[in-house]
Nanobody
Framework: VQLQASGGGLVQPGGSLRLSCEASERTSSRFVMGWFRQAPGKEREFVSSFRFSGGYTNYAESVKGRFTISRGNAKNTVYLQMNNLRREDTAVYYC???????????????????WGQGTQVTVSS
């Protein structure tokens, strides 16, 4: 599976951005796509996930109520709508996908076999 992410950029605190990620194929009914991020000098961290079967979503506590992950109009596409952005949201955001990740491992980077190239999100005034 190949992933193509887009939509990063520079935004002021309180602003919004939408990230998009398209997968080359959906390999099973249990297909999950999501996002991780990594800020300079910090560990890579889970942001959100979307399970196509059932539309189940998960979020990191730090983004709940501000970020929304959803299915895109195009097949095998997910969006990450990021509202009320904060300086601490600044990071490289990576799209991920897996057909085998289980519910208890959704926040584990090692559970995802496919990674996109990363897109920079900078929140600054």
């Amino acid at each position: 599976v190949q992933l193509q992410a887009s939509g990063g950029g520079l935004v002021q605190p309180g602003g919004s951005l939408r990230l998009s990620c398209e997968a080359s194929e959906r390999t099973s009914s249990r297909f999950v796509m999501g996002w991780f991020r990594q800020a300079p000098g910090k560990e890579r961290e889970f942001v959100s996930s979307f399970r196509f079967s059932g539309g189940y979503t998960n979020y990191a506590e730090s983004v709940k109520g501000r970020f929304t992950i959803s299915r895109g109009n195009a097949k095998n596409t997910v969006y990450l709508q990021m509202n009320n952005l904060r300086r601490e949201d600044t990071a490289v955001y990576y799209c991920v996908a897996s057909s085998t990740v289980i519910q208890s491992n959704l926040a584990s980077a090692s559970a995802y076999g496919a990674w996109g190239q990363g897109t920079q999100v900078t929140v600054s005034s």
